[in-house]
């Protein structure tokens, strides 16, 4: 870094962009893990069920609710 304080220099520019790539370089490998990928896949798979889910539940709860309203 410069020695006078308030200064920026281009070397100071320079490596404050390389720390920046070499931390995004850092994170975009830990992202390719395969047990990352293994837990995104397990996240995106009980996203669906849960989803799926719902929807059956809400068609089984209208279906009981116009039973009921026949029935009344």
Not at 19 to 36: A, C, H, N, Q, R
Not at 61 to 70: D, H, P, T
């Amino acid at each position: 870094m410069s020695d006078q304080p308030g200064v920026v220099t281009r070397q100071d520019l320079e490596l404050g962009a390389q720390e920046i790539v070499d931390t995004l370089t850092e994170t975009g490998d830990s992202m390719k893990s395969p047990v990352f990928l293994k837990g995104l896949g397990v996240v995106a798979a009980l996203g669906l069920v849960y989803w799926v889910g719902r929807r059956r539940g809400r068609k089984r709860i209208r279906k009981a609710i116009s039973e009921l309203a026949r029935m009344v």
